[in-house]
């Protein structure tokens, strides 16, 4: 994922540029890039394919010094890899880097053409430095220029950029990609991610859509979607510098399901333009292809078959496209049929699982549509042999127990159901709802994250059981395996998981005081069914802890557990729900005192068959 990092200061910004880069690093990038504003005015460009260590020994070779500067770390969406593509992108005297997507930059490439403009590059961002330009030329200052330009570009972006004729500020600005300024004491900073500022301030500046900001040694300003000038609230962080360890957090695991707000925001992050979702996002060709595609096969292993399960039933009921679902251990040793025009989606958090790579490979022996990779690992050979790669930008995550890995793949498939959705007839309306419903998930997450006191209590009656039953019903019912395999890969208490309407036909004879029955219960169309499933559990002495909607009417009864969840639209419960089965496994797994991070037997990329 792209990232930016910015500073004007009264000192050489080269170091804090590299520096924050770094910190960005593991969203993963292909090509890094710097630009300074010496003391004549002069524009010093450094950029590299590769690490940033590479750019870092370019820049030892040819030192870069000045005291306002902008820097940025590319993950490749238009144009190939290569150095004439990396950030930051010139025209005379006006450096730019940019994270998001400008949809309409072939209608600004032509016009800028015909007035003479050379592209140096096959980005959309080049565009944005040459329209300043051109408004510079005419005699504007940076920020007219910025404020001209701003409402020509369409789709979404978080912008940087500086003059070497005003080299005293910086312009930002932010639309549907994050950008945050770090408060310095005569020294400003912008970065992509506050992290990346943690070694020079932990004082940040969010900016909110649609804001426009300068920033100076002396101070920043920042001017709201309407031109009024606007006030937002300062943040002081806690996180240290080194917030790339557990931090404050016992964990890994610990540390990664309450990273999940933020990581599912992340997923989202220049994918959604008003409220509509980019078809860009799944890359240059994404129109043709989505035309094309009338069907879609899943394949993946553990967890990410399971986000897998979860999709079948949006792409079927609100894609209203005929999807299946393997796993890729099954898939690859097969012979299937795969009707043509089939978008064939691998769904893994490493993108080296062996079995996943292997199906695909299998797959692309077949005539497919295309091959789509969720992923979060940017420079892994799923991402390599695909197609198309749609990150899940979850960041690095460490515990073998995937947690923020398979809600941003549940995320990422939402997006990838929402635009096969548009091309089937879903209204303009209805894509409004989910949009919208997509975006409230790091609120409703971050609030079911508040029970974590409840659950842990909940965990102590669980933790001398040695046997757990799971239900749910519908795209629920993935959700309760996926609750099932948290409390067995880390707790090692035997748990399954059912569809909750298969209870009577062989489960049921298990129920008795010892098994204790967990039901994921959403107020959704099937409650009803899911009560009386209940109910059968609750007659035979079981004893039942039902996740439900506070709205949905469950009370506490002897024998009975009502954890009440926050009532959230049907699309995201299977996200929503996820979060407290992940919490009670990791508090049951803590009390029996195994090793949470490193479960025994199990690793956490499966690289071999
Ligand atoms: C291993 C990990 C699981 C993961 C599965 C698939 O079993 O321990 O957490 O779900 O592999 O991995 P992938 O990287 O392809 O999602």
Redesign the pocket.
């Given at each position: 994922m792209c990232g930016i990092v910015g500073a004007v200061a009264q000192r050489n910004v080269t170091p804090i540029l590299i520096e924050g880069l770094r910190r960005l690093e593991y969203r993963g990038y292909d090509s890094a890039g710097v630009a300074v504003v010496g003391a004549q005015g002069e524009l010093q460009l450094t950029r590299a394919v590769g690490k940033v260590a590479q750019l870092d020994e370019s820049l030892e070779q040819q030192p870069n010094e000045g005291r306002t500067g902008i820097a940025h770390t590319r993950w490749a969406t238009h144009g190939v890899p290569a150095e004439r593509n990396s950030h930051p992108h010139v025209s005379g005297d006006i450096a730019v880097v940019h994270n998001g997507i400008i949809e309409n930059h072939e209608e600004l490439r032509a016009e800028l053409q015909a007035k003479g403009y050379v592209f140096a590059s096959e980005t959309d961002t080049e565009v944005v430095a040459h329209l300043v330009f051109e408004q510079m030329k005419d005699g504007a200052g940076l920020r007219a220029a910025m404020l001209a330009v701003l409402p020509r570009l369409h789709g979404a972006y978080a912008l940087a950029v500086v003059a070497g004729r005003e080299s005293q500020r910086m312009l930002l600005a932010r639309k549907g990609s994050p950008l945050v300024i770090g408060v310095g004491i005569g020294e400003h900073f912008a970065a992509s991610d506050a992290l990346a500022l943690l070694p020079v301030t932990n004082r940040f500046v969010y900016l909110e859509e649609g804001d426009i900001a300068e920033i100076r040694t002396g101070g920043y300003q920042i001017v709201d979607a309407q031109g009024q000038v606007a006030q937002r609230r300062l943040h002081v962080s806690s996180l240290s510098a080194d917030a790339v360890d557990k931090g404050t957090y016992r964990h890994f695991m610990q540390k990664e399901i309450f990273e999940q707000p933020t990581a599912l925001a992340n997923t989202l992050e220049g994918r959604l333009a008003g409220e509509r979702v980019l078809e860009a996002c799944l890359g240059p060709k994404a129109a043709d292809l989505l035309a094309r595609v009338k069907r879609v096969r899943l394949v993946?292993?553990?967890?990410?078959s399971h986000a897998g399960m979860v999709a079948r039933y949006w792409f079927e009921q609100i894609a209203k496209v005929p999807c299946q679902v393997e796993l890729a251990s099954e898939f690859r040793y097969r012979d299937p049929v795969i009707e043509p025009d089939t978008l064939f989606i691998t769904?893994?958090?490493?993108?080296?699982?062996a079995d996943?790579l292997e199906a695909l490979r299998h797959a692309k022996g077949k005539d497919i549509a295309a091959s789509l990779v969720i992923c979060n690992a940017p420079e892994s050979s799923l991402v390599r042999e695909s197609d198309i790669a749609l990150m899940t930008h979850a960041g690095p995550e460490r515990s073998?127990?995937?947690t923020k890995?398979?809600t941003t793949q549940l995320m990422a498939l939402a997006l990838v159901m929402l635009l096969l959705a548009r091309r089937n007839g879903l209204s303009a309306e209805e894509e409004r709802r989910h949009v919208k419903s997509l975006e409230s998930v790091a609120r409703v997450v971050e609030a079911v994250l508040q029970q974590d006191r409840q659950l842990q209590k909940l965990a102590e009656r669980l933790m001398h059981k040695n046997h757990a039953l799971f239900l749910g019903r519908g795209a629920m019912s993935p959700v309760a395996m996926e609750g099932a395999l948290k409390l067995k890969?880390i707790s090692y208490i035997h748990a399954e998981a059912y569809a909750a309407g298969e209870l009577k036909h062989g489960p049921l004879a298990l129920v008795d005081e010892h098994m204790p029955v967990i039901a994921v219960a959403p107020n959704d169309e099937l409650l009803e069914k899911v009560k009386s499933n209940l109910q059968e559990v609750a007659a035979r002495g079981g004893e039942l802890i039902v996740f439900a909607d506070r709205e949905a009417g469950f009370k506490d009864a002897p024998g009975v557990t009502v954890i009440g969840m926050p009532h959230a639209d049907e699309l995201i419960d299977p996200i929503v729900y996820t979060i407290p089965m992940q919490l009670l496994a990791y508090h049951v797994a803590v009390l029996r005192g195994t090793d949470v991070d490193q479960p025994r037997n199990?690793?956490?990329?499966?690289t071999v068959e």
């Open positions: 993946a292993c553990g967890t990410s769904i893994s958090q490493s993108g080296e699982t996943t073998v127990a995937s890995a398979f890969e199990l690793a956490k990329s499966v």
